[in-house]
């Protein structure tokens, strides 16, 4: 099993996007969860049925959901025993921080991986119960990427 759990499209119309992907796959979505990170009020929401998820983040310019140009893939997601060690981890291989939402007190972090042109996001396990709880309400625990040093 791998840690990986979604991608995730920033949009500039959410309710718009779940349409398109209802219609052209038969796409089934949780309801919509507004919310606020630093100064940037956001939408959010996740395909049901269990990982991998699709997740669609609405965002103000300016924030890191940024759609003003157009919707976009922006990330692929995996959970991580560490988000500092695994951001740590990352950026010694060549991948930079890109956004990080620990100083926020969300335990996630954005890298830019130029092999994708795309992010890649880690998200501290700890917050796997409260993601369940929310999204897919009785599903199982899901593997993380071990940060141990050896693991």
Same mark, same amino acid.
């Given at each position: 099993?791998?840690?990986? &759990? ?12 779940? @349409?398109?992907? $209802? !219609?052209? #796959? ?9 919310? @606020? ?5 956001? @939408? ?19 924030? %890191?959901?940024?759609?003003? $140009?157009?919707? $976009? ?10 988000? @500092?060690?695994?951001?740590? $981890? ?5 991948? %930079? ?6 100083? &926020?007190? !969300? %335990? ?10 795309? !992010? ?6 700890? !917050?796997? #119960? ?18 141990? %040093?050896?693991?």
């Amino acid at each position: 099993m791998t840690a990986f &759990y979604h991608v995730c499209f920033v949009v500039p119309d959410l309710d718009q996007a779940m @349409r398109d992907l $209802r !219609r052209a #796959a038969g796409v089934e979505w949780s309801d919509p969860v507004s919310d @606020r990170l630093g100064v940037w009020d956001y @939408r959010i929401v996740f395909t049901t049925g269990g990982p991998p998820f699709i997740e669609l983040i609405e965002g103000p310019p300016g924030s %890191p959901w940024d759609a003003s $140009r157009g919707a $976009r893939f922006d990330h692929i997601g995996f959970w991580t025993s560490d988000v @500092r060690q695994g951001s740590q $981890r990352l950026e010694e291989a060549g991948m %930079p921080v890109d956004f990080s939402g620990c100083p &926020y007190g !969300r %335990p996630f972090a954005y890298h830019h991986m130029d092999g994708i042109g795309a !992010r890649i996001e880690l998200v501290d396990v700890t !917050r796997q #119960a409260a993601f369940l709880n929310g999204w897919h309400p009785g599903g199982e625990p899901m593997p993380a990427i071990d940060e141990t %040093p050896g693991g």
